[in-house]
Nanobody
Framework: VQLQASGGGLVQPGGSLRLSCVLS????????IGWLRQAPGKERERLAC????????YYADSVKGRFTISRDNAKKTVYLQMNSLLVEDTAVYYC??????????????WGQGTQVTVSS
C-alpha cells in the first residue's frame, strides 16, 4: 500500500487549498483515511478522518467548520478541502490509513507529506 499526498502550497490567510491523497496497491474502500499535520517544533496533530464503513467524518476542534474530508473510492483518492486558512495552519500535512477512525486505531501506512504555508 502506498499513499501519495499532494496539493500543498503557499496561500494567504483566509484562502483555500485542497489536498489530495491517492492510494495505490489496494482498494481504498478497505481503509479509513486520516489527515494529520506537523508544524516545526510541535507535535503531530490528527485533523480529520473518514470511515471506510459509512463515510462518517471526524474532525479536530482546531479545524472543525473550516476543513472537509471526503473520499472517492473509484479514484482511490481522499481529499481535504481547507477553507479560511490561518497562519497557524502552516505545517506539513500527511495522509495515512487507519483500520477505523476511533482514537485507539493507529496510523498504518503514510503518505510522504505536503507542505502548506499560510502567509501574507
Amino acid at each position: 500500500v502506498q499513499l501519495q499526498a499532494s496539493g500543498g502550497g503557499l496561500v494567504q490567510p483566509g484562502g483555500s487549498l485542497r489536498l489530495s491523497c491517492v492510494l495505490s496497491g489496494f482498494g481504498l474502500e478497505y481503509y479509513a483515511i486520516g489527515w494529520l499535520r506537523q508544524a516545526p517544533g510541535k507535535e503531530r496533530e490528527r485533523l480529520a478522518c473518514i470511515s471506510s464503513l459509512d463515510d462518517s467524518t471526524y474532525y479536530a476542534d482546531s479545524v472543525k467548520g473550516r476543513f472537509t474530508i471526503s473520499r472517492d473510492n473509484a479514484k482511490k483518492t481522499v481529499y481535504l478541502q481547507m477553507n479560511s486558512l490561518l497562519v497557524e495552519d502552516t505545517a506539513v500535512y500527511y495522509c495515512a490509513t487507519r483500520a477505523e477512525c476511533s482514537e485507539e486505531f493507529q496510523e498504518n501506512y503514510w503518505g510522504q507529506g505536503t507542505q502548506v504555508t499560510v502567509s501574507s
